[in-house]
């Protein structure tokens, strides 16, 4: 009617599902012919045929964001803020729609370390050398893939004082922290609780990027379907959730991180593994308040130091065995680093006599900042590539954002991205521009006609 015509025969099929709209439309009409009625064709039969389709995909989105101590330079943090949280209000303009919460945002904040916080941590599996915190490391093989099974042990950072200013022996301040602090939330629809946890975000800490890449690639991985659903069970995380991270594959979902920072990987500390667990070579006589100390290979087999008991006095003796025998037993490590300073702890009871303050070379000698795990900056480039590459092999979409960034940040920012177009290079607000325009960019492919 719209175009004129008259006569014509349609037919419509129309077909709708929880996030899509088809219609396809047939029309025949019939022409009369101006000759060939003489061989006996009175009418021509012109079809036409079409369809239009409106499709609203899921989008699952982890927003991996820096919160290093250099965040707090430049107003960095405070720009960062405000991108952040214009990008997830655009974003979520699609749970507005009647077919339900389509989009889901993971928030990953990380700086020298990831804090799995509630309620992630009941939901993996992670190692019971202590569980007072939940910042987790991982292994070079775990980087090569985007999944973390449920069933698989994530070994936890120590709970541990790694460092401090003064001279002290008590536990005053855990590297990883106690409570939900720059913990990772999970899964969210809600703008409000969105923008209140970007609004909580503060700076400080060295810059672990490739956790915070590992994590965001498994919080969209399939694998963490079991963790959803319990969340969900459990009413942490939305029903309309239910099932999610999609298959990779799906042609109804789209996935996405975006990844963030303002400098380069650094320091990434921990207990060395063989101070990390069971027990010490530090023996303990509650009663007398005495400690012995094992120190092996000593010529004569005496080789335990016994402490004469004096807090500030580091004088004592050899002898074959801890002081009165079976009535000092071993403290564990654990125990030790949730009691004193990693530096007291090297000082005071593995210097032996201790007598010199300060001894950074020994202090050293039980962090970790280069074993077989992490080996500095190089290893963790090393491993947020192959990150990077499980995520690109699996078609999530990676854009990368190097914020006033030096030039080893936004090298593997460039390379982490899924494409040139993918990565931004920017100055002070202009970090506004460039969630905005991943912003916008999603949107795009989120609706297809």
């Not at 009617?1 to 439309?25: D, H, K, M, P, Q």
């Not at 910042?135 to 120590?158: H, K, L, S, Y």
């Not at 994590?215 to 099932?243: C, I, K, Q, Y």
């Not at 402490?307 to 490590?333: K, M, R, V």
Request: proline share 4%.
């Amino acid at each position: 009617e719209i175009s004129g015509l008259e006569n014509y025969r349609l037919s419509t099929n129309v077909e709708e599902g929880l996030n899509f709209r088809r219609v396809e439309a047939y029309a025949e009409l019939e022409i009369n012919t101006l000759f060939m009625h003489m061989f006996g064709v009175r009418v021509l039969t012109s079809p036409a045929e079409g369809a239009a389709e409106e499709r609203i995909r899921n989008v699952e989105v982890s927003m991996v964001l820096d919160i290093s101590g250099s965040m707090g330079s430049n107003s960095r943090i405070t720009n960062m803020r405000t991108a952040a949280r214009e990008f997830v209000t655009t974003v979520l303009q699609a749970n507005e729609s009647d077919s339900g919460n389509l989009v889901s945002i993971s928030i990953i904040p990380y700086n020298g370390m990831v804090n799995l916080g509630e309620p992630l941590e009941s939901v993996v599996t992670l190692s019971g050398e202590h569980s007072q915190s939940s910042c987790v490391r991982f292994t070079e093989e775990q980087f090569t893939r985007t999944n973390i099974d449920p069933a698989e042990e994530i070994e936890r950072i120590a709970h541990w004082d790694y460092d401090h200013y003064f001279w002290y022996s008590d536990f005053r301040r855990p590297y990883c922290p106690t409570d939900n602090y720059g913990a990772i939330l999970p899964w969210e629809h809600d703008e409000d609780v969105l923008h209140a946890f970007i609004d909580n975000l503060q700076a400080n800490g060295w810059t672990a990027i490739d956790l915070g890449m590992k994590m965001g690639a498994a919080m969209l991985d399939p694998a963490a379907r079991t963790a959803v659903n319990t969340l969900v069970g459990s009413n942490e995380v939305h029903a309309d959730f239910t099932d999610r991270p999609a298959d990779f594959g799906n042609p109804e979902t789209i996935k996405v991180v975006v990844l963030m920072t303002d400098g380069e990987n650094t320091n990434q500390y921990d207990v060395r593994q063989p101070y990390k667990r069971g027990f010490s070579t530090i023996h303990y006589h509650v009663d007398d308040d005495r400690y012995s100390v094992y120190v092996a290979g000593r010529a004569d087999h005496e080789d335990y130091w016994i402490s004469n008991g004096e807090p500030d006095d580091w004088s004592g003796y050899w002898s074959d065995e801890p002081y009165l025998g079976d009535e000092s037993p071993a403290l564990s490590w654990p125990y030790l680093w949730a009691n004193y300073t990693g530096r007291y702890i090297a000082e005071r009871y593995l210097y032996i006599p201790a007598a010199q303050a300060g001894n950074w070379g020994l202090y050293n000698a039980i962090r970790n900042n280069g074993d077989e795990l992490y080996a500095g900056r190089t290893q963790a480039d090393n491993n947020l590539r192959a990150i990077c590459d499980a995520a690109n092999a699996q078609n999530i979409m990676v854009f990368s954002i190097g914020f006033e960034a030096p030039s080893g940040g936004r090298e593997v920012m460039q390379y982490c991205a899924s494409s040139p177009a993918h990565y931004y290079d920017v100055q002070g607000i202009e970090i506004s521009d460039a969630f905005a325009s991943i912003a916008r960019t999603i949107n795009q492919l989120r609706l297809i006609q």
